[in-house]
């Protein structure tokens, strides 16, 4: 691009602006974290969505990329990624083939916590050869996907087992935030029961960025998936996982508007700013505004709550740190990667809007 910004003052917004430098720092803390805990690191690409990082993180020691969706390992495979975790029920004919195709480029695992799902998995790949990883999902206090107890792991462990085409590769959770000793005590217990009935757990993986700095107890947990410590957000400083001088990701906006000495309108409203809030009490703050919290979004406005004695005025451009970052990317078509004031690049979010 001839007319690519040099500078963030050339940029229009609104905007993402990736610290490349922090992300670099955050990348190597976090490999640094998981090899002082003797555990692989596998990183949920969700939050940056660019094979750009996804490459960085495999270079700097990962074992590998977690995806969300096939989408997004189609795109990291089409850019060279070779050892790919899909921790989700695969359902559908149509899905069931586009795995089918990835497994024959990459090295794939996948999860399955229900009978319905293995035998769709089952029915599609049958070669004894090459089997499909699979890994049970395991609700261990995080309330979304996963089985209940350890004797419906075993059952579906056994189903697994006994289909040509596939490998019961272990066991897969993602606990919630503060309770990873309570869920390596329940992978400890189902991986015990498994062992007795002659089913051994290759791999053992947690995940959630606000417990990564944790050490396993026991060594239960073989591997972790983080997502959002790449770039962090105001949730993982809230959760005690970060500082501020640790986000690498923020949007830069405009002041469109202050009509009252206590509120500003910026030109992110929920098209560019998330309203998933993790559970925080307003949306965003303003980086350097001591004070300032985004507390609505419409479409296109930010209303931003500022303490009076604020001296920012209309056609001031500010950076604006969510709550959530992950949401953030995926509105966006491209990011700017900077360092310090100087844009080094800018990348297309190849992974965005991969939903199915």
Known sequence: MTDRPKTIDEIDTP?????L???EKNIARAQAAADAAGVKLRPHIKTHKLPFFAKKQVETGAAGITC????EAEVMADAGLTDIFLPYNILGRQKLERLKALHGRVTLSVT????TTIEGLAGTFRDAAHPLKVLIECDTGGGRCGVQSKEEALALARQIDAAPGLFFGGLMTFPAPGKAAQAEAWLAATRDLLAANGLACETITSGGTPDMWRKPEGQVVTEYRPGTYIYMDRYQIAKGAATLDDCAATVLATVVSRPTATRAILDA?????????LGLPDYAELVGEAGARVIGLSEEHGKVELPAASRLKVGDRVRVLPDHICPVINLYDQVYLISGDRVVDILPVAARGKLT
């Open 21 to 23: 430098d922090r992300a």
């Open 68 to 71: 969300q969706k096939i989408g």
């Open 15 to 19: 905007a993402v602006l990736i610290d």
């Open 269 to 277: 409203g929920s098209k560019a700013l998330t309203s998933d809030t």
């Open 112 to 115: 399955a916590d229900s009978a």
